[in-house]
């Protein structure tokens, strides 16, 4: 966590060295994200979708553009992952995994003031908790508990997202709607109690960011 706190620092800094020269715009952005896991529990077995959960999640967001149409952000997301399995009597287990996650994006932009935008790049993310919020049957083949002290699931999460969304211009204000996409490369797993994991989320939010540098090219007008 404090190597991810320190990254995030070093991109406001710089961010302040630049501030003469390109538009930075700060704000939230919230809503909710759907997550699941998918797994073989053995080598060569099937891999194995397991249905996910749905929760809230919240980011502080700092953009920046050195250009109209092309910049760059930073977000310090809150977000919750998980999963669950149910069986043929309606038993189920659940895990949920709390991230303190911060998304590096690339941003370009279509439009002047209302604009498309697609935004790339890359994630990292420390876990703040893990709760197995229902466990009510045992059986083999299952995920297993990540909410116990023995588990001692790992910290660190790291991946790839991409999203797409429209937003509007109204002075300094941005608002805009997104749908991300984030697949995960790393895994809870650290006693090889299962041969391969992986995890994948949606999220729909809403972003409002307010300019508070205004940009080189206006300034040259």
């Not at 529990?41 to 967001?61: D, E, L, W």
Request: charged share 20%; net charge positive; glycine share 8%.
């Amino acid at each position: 966590m404090r190597n991810t706190l320190v990254l995030f620092f070093i991109f406001i800094a710089s961010l302040i060295s630049e501030s003469a020269y390109a538009q930075t715009s700060v704000g939230f952005r919230g809503g909710y994200s759907v997550s699941n896991y998918s797994y073989r529990f053995t080598p060569g077995a099937r891999t194995t979708r397991s249905p996910g959960i749905t929760a809230p999640t919240y980011s502080f967001v700092i953009e920046q553009f050195l250009a109209k149409n092309a910049g760059a952000q930073i977000e310090l997301q809150y977000i919750q992952l998980g999963y669950t399995q149910r069986d043929t009597l309606d038993r189920t287990n659940q895990t949920r995994l709390d991230y303190l996650k911060v998304p590096f994006m690339s941003n370009f932009y279509f439009g002047n003031k209302g604009r498309f935008h697609i935004k790339l790049g890359t994630h990292f993310g420390y876990l703040l908790n893990a709760s197995d919020t229902q466990r009510e049957y045992e059986a083999s083949g299952l995920l297993p508990t990540y909410g116990r002290v023995e588990d001692s699931p790992r910290r660190l999460l790291y991946g790839l997202s991409a999203g797409a969304g429209l937003s509007k211009l109204f002075g300094k204000s941005t608002l805009a709607g997104e749908v991300r996409f984030s697949y995960d490369f790393s895994r809870p797993e650290t006693q090889d109690r299962i041969f391969d994991m992986t995890s994948t989320n949606l999220e729909f939010t809403l972003s409002y960011l307010f300019q508070i540098i205004k940009p080189k090219w206006q300034n040259q007008k």
